[in-house]
Protein backbone atom coordinates (compact mmCIF):
# COMPACT_ATOMS: atom_id res chain seq x y z
CA UNK A 1 0.00 0.00 0.00
CA UNK A 2 0.87 3.53 -1.06
CA UNK A 3 -0.98 5.23 1.81
CA UNK A 4 -2.15 8.69 1.10
CA UNK A 5 -0.09 10.43 -1.88
CA UNK A 6 0.29 14.27 -2.23
CA UNK A 7 1.62 15.97 -5.71
CA UNK A 8 3.18 17.72 -6.04
CA UNK A 9 5.29 17.95 -3.36
CA UNK A 10 6.51 21.90 -3.95
CA UNK A 11 4.75 24.60 -6.20
CA UNK A 12 5.20 28.66 -6.22
CA UNK A 13 2.07 30.42 -7.80
CA UNK A 14 1.77 34.15 -8.68
CA UNK A 15 -1.13 36.01 -7.58
CA UNK A 16 -4.61 35.28 -9.41
CA UNK A 17 -3.36 31.76 -10.73
CA UNK A 18 -5.37 28.80 -10.24
CA UNK A 19 -3.99 25.04 -9.28
CA UNK A 20 -5.24 21.67 -8.09
CA UNK A 21 -3.78 19.75 -5.41
CA UNK A 22 -3.67 16.44 -6.03
CA UNK A 23 -4.41 13.71 -3.32
CA UNK A 24 -4.88 9.75 -3.57
CA UNK A 25 -5.39 7.18 -1.14
CA UNK A 26 -5.20 2.99 -1.87
CA UNK A 27 -6.72 2.22 1.86
CA UNK A 28 -10.31 2.23 0.79
CA UNK A 29 -10.98 4.94 3.77
CA UNK A 30 -14.61 6.79 3.29
CA UNK A 31 -13.48 10.10 5.23
CA UNK A 32 -10.98 12.39 3.49
CA UNK A 33 -9.90 15.66 4.53
CA UNK A 34 -7.77 18.66 3.42
CA UNK A 35 -5.65 20.15 5.88
CA UNK A 36 -3.48 23.42 5.70
CA UNK A 37 -0.54 24.40 8.72
CA UNK A 38 0.95 27.30 8.39
CA UNK A 39 4.43 28.06 10.23
CA UNK A 40 4.43 27.31 14.11
CA UNK A 41 0.73 26.66 14.30
CA UNK A 42 -1.30 23.72 14.00
CA UNK A 43 -3.60 21.94 11.39
CA UNK A 44 -6.22 23.81 10.28
CA UNK A 45 -9.32 21.72 8.40
CA UNK A 46 -10.45 23.18 4.85
CA UNK A 47 -12.80 20.57 3.62
CA UNK A 48 -13.52 17.19 4.95
CA UNK A 49 -15.80 14.49 2.83
CA UNK A 50 -17.31 11.21 4.27
CA UNK A 51 -17.81 9.61 1.20
CA UNK A 52 -17.78 9.79 -2.66
CA UNK A 53 -20.19 12.57 -3.27
CA UNK A 54 -20.41 14.40 -0.27
CA UNK A 55 -18.07 17.19 1.22
CA UNK A 56 -18.41 19.52 3.44
CA UNK A 57 -16.59 22.74 5.01
CA UNK A 58 -13.97 22.93 7.79
CA UNK A 59 -12.87 25.78 9.67
CA UNK A 60 -11.12 27.71 6.77
CA UNK A 61 -12.73 27.15 3.63
CA UNK A 62 -12.89 30.46 1.81
CA UNK A 63 -10.66 30.27 -1.37
CA UNK A 64 -11.04 26.79 -1.79
CA UNK A 65 -13.11 24.02 -3.18
CA UNK A 66 -13.25 20.06 -3.46
CA UNK A 67 -14.92 17.42 -5.43
CA UNK A 68 -15.22 13.47 -4.72
CA UNK A 69 -15.59 11.48 -7.39
CA UNK A 70 -14.46 8.32 -6.10
CA UNK A 71 -13.27 6.72 -3.05
CA UNK A 72 -9.23 6.85 -3.52
CA UNK A 73 -9.36 10.95 -5.13
CA UNK A 74 -10.09 14.22 -3.08
CA UNK A 75 -8.67 16.79 -5.24
CA UNK A 76 -8.56 20.59 -3.62
CA UNK A 77 -8.71 23.44 -5.69
CA UNK A 78 -7.66 26.87 -5.27
CA UNK A 79 -9.07 29.33 -7.33
CA UNK A 80 -7.66 32.83 -7.68
CA UNK A 81 -4.33 32.45 -4.98
CA UNK A 82 -3.79 34.70 -3.09
CA UNK A 83 -0.20 35.22 -0.76
CA UNK A 84 -2.63 34.08 2.54
CA UNK A 85 -2.45 30.96 1.04
CA UNK A 86 1.10 30.44 1.02
CA UNK A 87 1.23 27.46 3.40
CA UNK A 88 1.97 23.47 3.55
CA UNK A 89 -0.51 21.40 2.64
CA UNK A 90 -1.92 17.94 3.60
CA UNK A 91 -4.51 15.28 2.79
CA UNK A 92 -5.77 12.74 4.99
CA UNK A 93 -7.85 9.54 5.06
CA UNK A 94 -9.61 7.85 7.74
CA UNK A 95 -11.82 4.87 8.17
CA UNK A 96 -13.44 6.50 10.79
CA UNK A 97 -11.31 7.41 13.10
CA UNK A 98 -7.48 8.78 13.41
CA UNK A 99 -6.64 9.99 10.06
CA UNK A 100 -3.53 9.03 8.20
CA UNK A 101 -1.66 11.60 6.46
CA UNK A 102 0.33 12.78 2.81
CA UNK A 103 3.75 14.06 2.97
CA UNK A 104 2.05 17.33 2.52
CA UNK A 105 2.50 20.17 -0.58
CA UNK A 106 4.46 23.32 -0.02
CA UNK A 107 2.55 26.15 -2.03
CA UNK A 108 4.38 29.99 -2.28
CA UNK A 109 2.17 32.26 -3.51
CA UNK A 110 3.75 35.36 -4.39
CA UNK B 1 -18.26 25.03 19.00
CA UNK B 2 -15.58 22.19 19.41
CA UNK B 3 -12.14 23.46 20.62
CA UNK B 4 -8.73 22.20 21.40
CA UNK B 5 -5.86 24.05 23.11
CA UNK B 6 -2.39 22.30 23.71
CA UNK B 7 0.13 23.54 26.21
CA UNK B 8 2.65 24.46 26.71
CA UNK B 9 3.42 25.32 22.79
CA UNK B 10 7.18 24.72 23.41
CA UNK B 11 8.82 22.57 25.73
CA UNK B 12 12.89 22.22 26.05
CA UNK B 13 13.91 18.77 28.09
CA UNK B 14 17.21 17.77 29.32
CA UNK B 15 17.78 13.81 28.30
CA UNK B 16 16.15 11.51 30.93
CA UNK B 17 14.24 14.08 32.47
CA UNK B 18 10.04 13.13 31.88
CA UNK B 19 7.00 15.39 31.98
CA UNK B 20 3.60 15.85 30.53
CA UNK B 21 1.97 17.59 27.31
CA UNK B 22 -1.50 18.47 27.95
CA UNK B 23 -4.44 18.60 25.48
CA UNK B 24 -7.76 20.53 26.57
CA UNK B 25 -10.56 20.22 24.77
CA UNK B 26 -14.13 20.90 24.72
CA UNK B 27 -16.25 19.06 21.89
CA UNK B 28 -19.98 17.70 21.90
CA UNK B 29 -19.77 14.53 22.97
CA UNK B 30 -16.27 13.22 22.46
CA UNK B 31 -15.99 9.72 19.55
CA UNK B 32 -12.24 9.73 19.91
CA UNK B 33 -8.89 12.16 20.93
CA UNK B 34 -5.80 11.16 18.80
CA UNK B 35 -2.12 11.97 19.65
CA UNK B 36 0.35 12.42 16.43
CA UNK B 37 3.78 13.44 15.80
CA UNK B 38 4.96 15.02 13.65
CA UNK B 39 8.15 15.66 12.20
CA UNK B 40 9.92 18.93 10.43
CA UNK B 41 9.10 18.96 6.65
CA UNK B 42 6.59 15.88 6.84
CA UNK B 43 3.06 14.88 7.69
CA UNK B 44 1.94 13.80 11.24
CA UNK B 45 2.11 10.20 12.08
CA UNK B 46 -0.01 8.25 14.45
CA UNK B 47 0.42 7.52 17.59
CA UNK B 48 -2.65 6.41 20.05
CA UNK B 49 -6.32 6.70 20.54
CA UNK B 50 -8.36 6.83 23.32
CA UNK B 51 -11.98 7.19 23.44
CA UNK B 52 -13.16 7.11 26.97
CA UNK B 53 -12.32 8.46 30.69
CA UNK B 54 -9.51 6.84 32.51
CA UNK B 55 -7.81 5.15 29.45
CA UNK B 56 -4.58 5.08 28.86
CA UNK B 57 -2.45 4.02 25.76
CA UNK B 58 1.23 3.30 25.83
CA UNK B 59 4.16 3.12 23.52
CA UNK B 60 7.78 2.60 24.37
CA UNK B 61 8.49 6.00 26.28
CA UNK B 62 5.13 7.44 25.75
CA UNK B 63 1.78 7.15 27.71
CA UNK B 64 -1.27 8.79 26.87
CA UNK B 65 -4.28 9.70 29.49
CA UNK B 66 -7.64 10.44 29.06
CA UNK B 67 -10.05 12.29 31.09
CA UNK B 68 -13.64 14.24 30.62
CA UNK B 69 -11.91 17.48 29.73
CA UNK B 70 -8.34 16.78 28.89
CA UNK B 71 -5.30 13.98 28.07
CA UNK B 72 -2.09 14.00 29.03
CA UNK B 73 0.95 12.79 26.89
CA UNK B 74 3.52 11.34 29.33
CA UNK B 75 7.09 11.11 28.25
CA UNK B 76 9.18 9.06 30.41
CA UNK B 77 12.97 9.13 30.08
CA UNK B 78 13.21 11.08 27.12
CA UNK B 79 15.43 10.95 24.26
CA UNK B 80 16.73 13.64 22.24
CA UNK B 81 15.02 10.97 19.55
CA UNK B 82 11.60 11.94 21.21
CA UNK B 83 12.11 15.45 19.32
CA UNK B 84 9.31 16.61 17.69
CA UNK B 85 6.12 18.21 17.53
CA UNK B 86 3.42 16.50 19.17
CA UNK B 87 -0.16 16.83 17.85
CA UNK B 88 -3.98 16.16 19.70
CA UNK B 89 -6.96 15.91 17.95
CA UNK B 90 -10.60 15.37 18.67
CA UNK B 91 -13.29 14.07 16.36
CA UNK B 92 -17.24 14.58 17.68
CA UNK B 93 -20.11 11.86 18.48
CA UNK B 94 -22.21 14.43 16.62
CA UNK B 95 -19.64 15.06 13.35
CA UNK B 96 -17.96 11.95 13.12
CA UNK B 97 -16.59 13.59 9.65
CA UNK B 98 -14.27 16.33 11.55
CA UNK B 99 -11.03 15.95 12.82
CA UNK B 100 -10.20 18.93 14.68
CA UNK B 101 -6.69 20.11 15.64
CA UNK B 102 -4.86 21.51 18.19
CA UNK B 103 -1.79 24.03 17.62
CA UNK B 104 0.45 21.22 18.81
CA UNK B 105 3.53 21.11 21.56
CA UNK B 106 7.23 21.03 20.09
CA UNK B 107 9.64 19.00 22.38
CA UNK B 108 13.30 19.23 21.87
CA UNK B 109 15.51 16.81 24.41
CA UNK B 110 18.80 18.11 24.68
CA UNK B 111 21.66 15.22 25.26
Known amino acids: NAGVTQTPKFRILKIGQSMTLQCTQDMNHNYMYWYRQDPGMGLKLIYY???????DKGEVPNGYNVSRSTTEDFPLRLELAAPSQTSVYFC?????????FGPGTRLTVT | EDQVTQSPEALRLQEGESSSLNCSYT??????LFWYRQDPGKGPEFLFT???AGEEKEKERLKATLTKKESFLHITAPKPEDSATYLC????????????FGQGTTLQVKP
Open chain 2, 89 to 100: AVQASSNTGKLI
Open chain 2, 50 to 52: LYS
Open chain 1, 49 to 55: SVGAGIT
Open chain 1, 92 to 100: ASSPGGAGY
Open chain 2, 27 to 32: VSGLRG
